[in-house]
């Protein structure tokens, strides 16, 4: 039976709620910075010897690795195939704005995200700012990635499309290039394979990333390829996408154009978009946006965080190119924000990562609102965490990670400006049931505020059972999680 929760709350509550935490997480940090680090261990001594896919283990994700076992279907015969289906499923086409994809290429990829059931790592790298994504590529470089479960599960439950990466690339890249496209026949039957992947895993398409030089012959049979995946694709997994990368020319040449033009046209025209090098000058998105006429939000324009010869030069100015792109009205293609984690940004990743994912809403604001059905729930579960509670008893003292578990994230200004009155103002743009879902996160996040003065009086001697995340400016967003009892929202 629902309970109906009925809450009065004045600008003076929030204010003393808020310095209340504030005081408990100074003491916290005092209190944590004095105890000794966690020991450093070899993530290798962490996986599973030596890996063989046909034998029982522990499940986790891999990548295909040749074309042999792609023709082969090895992978089905894998002990560790049924554990890499998708549970959370997703339809629906893309919506028809400027969209934001984001390409992972975390540190190769298949790190502590393999382990299906998931890992022991509580700082594990995740993503968690969905209403800022409408697409998001599993990628590394190996012939066939294959995403993860958890970040099909995760980016599913908040509307999210996945893409697979397909890649040849370097020496080895071209002797299946060559072997891919010898024949007509062997171009389709690739793509079926391909097609069959993501059927059967669930997940909604490819990134197709051809880097190695052609010769002018085999291009028809790379066209046939592309289209033939496009196709089957659409047939199997409605709503599914295939884009291209701006890697090869129509005339086999290895040559980046860093815009949409008729040297990489012929791909684009085949499939459902193309993701254009962030090597691009600042015109080249109005360039490209004249090219695709009628298509231009099918052009996303790439963006490297890692600032590799970038327009605006990536990292903490990735907005910069952002702004331009929305300017001329394309899409974007944020390529490799696990940069914040790689490179340890400071003062912590959770506090990095929101920081710099609020420059990217400041340039395009939010696009997308979740859930799409009522009633729901939300613990704000992260996906990590250092023990593990149920009804607020501890039953396991163990640190784990999994990204499946992360539930609906709190997005946007949910507290717009904690030191000011708390009201919920109309926005035009929004539908009913979208600003039912930014009132329904407003008075989620008040709640859990409550709720987290109520734990700490209660159990102030255990404060690891409250991980509270707190961004640069509490003021602008807050973001609480450690309950595993959810929070209901009856309309």
Known sequence: MPIRLRANVDRQTLVSIFNLVKSILKAISLQRAMEPPPAQTDRSASDPPPFDPTEPGVPVSFPIKTLEDLESRSYFSSFHFPFNRASVSLTGSLPNRPRILVCHDMA?????????????????????????????????????????????NTAHKHGVKVLGTFITEWDEGKVFANKLLSTKESAQMYAER???????????????????????????????????????????????????????????????????????????????????????????????????????FDVYMGIDVFGRKTYGGGQWNTHVALDVIKKEDVSAAIFAPGWIYETKQPPDFRTAQNSWWALIERSWGILRSYPQVLPFYSNFDQGHGYHFSVDGGQVSSASWNNISSQSFQEFGNSLDNIHGEFSIAPNPSLSFLETLHHIQFKFLLILRMLLIVEEVTSHLEEYSKICIFHSKAFSRRACFWGFTSPLYIFC
């Open 108 to 152: 190769g990829g298949y790190l502590d995200d393999k382990w299906v059931q998931g890992g022991k790592n509580p700082e594990a790298y995740s993503i968690w700012h969905w209403y800022l994504i409408d697409v998001f590529v599993y990628f590394s470089h190996t012939l066939v990635t294959l995403p993860p479960p958890c970040w099909i």
């Open 194 to 296: 391909l097609t069959e992947l993501a059927a059967e895993l669930g997940f909604d398409g490819w990134l197709i990333n051809v880097e190695v030089n052609l010769e002018v012959t085999e291009i028809p049979n790379l066209k046939e390829f592309v289209s033939h995946l496009t196709k089957t694709m659409h047939s199997s997994v409605p709503g599914s996408l295939v884009i291209w990368y701006d890697g090869i020319t129509a005339d086999g040449k290895l040559k980046w154009q860093d815009q949409l033009n008729e040297s990489n046209k012929p791909f684009f025209d085949r499939c459902d978009g193309i993701f254009v090098n962030y090597n691009w000058k600042k015109d080249y998105p109005k360039r490209s946006a004249a090219v695709a006429g009628d298509r231009k």
